[in-house]
């Protein structure tokens, strides 16, 4: 819950996101959900950072977006899914 606020927070800010801080929070968060086992809600938060970092704000790649794209590979990997880690390890690539 703690996480989930503090993104929420950052979202509500009037100066837009700040993605550093976001892409923070939000491993943070996958990190709990992926402890919890739950992978749905893993994959979840991966996918809402995303939309919203960069697919909403249709802003160009940054370092941290890359960071957050990487580690969306390694949890795919660990789920058996080998071919959609390397599709984003690729994109990371492209973004940092």
């Not at 402890?35 to 249709?58: C, H, K, L, P, Y």
């Not at 899914?81 to 690539?93: M, W």
Request: charged share 25%; hydrophobic share 45%.
């Amino acid at each position: 819950k703690i996480y989930r606020k503090t993104i929420e927070d950052i979202l509500s800010e009037d100066d837009g996101c700040d993605h550093a801080r976001l892409a923070v929070s939000t491993l943070l968060l996958a990190l709990l959900m992926q402890r919890m086992q739950d992978v749905e809600g893993t994959r979840s938060v991966f996918r809402n950072f995303f939309r919203v970092a960069v697919i909403e704000n249709r802003t160009q790649d940054c370092a941290c977006s890359a960071k957050v794209l990487q580690a969306y590979a390694l949890f795919e990997m660990k789920q058996g899914h080998s071919l959609k880690s390397l599709a984003l390890v690729r994109r990371a690539v492209q973004m940092d």
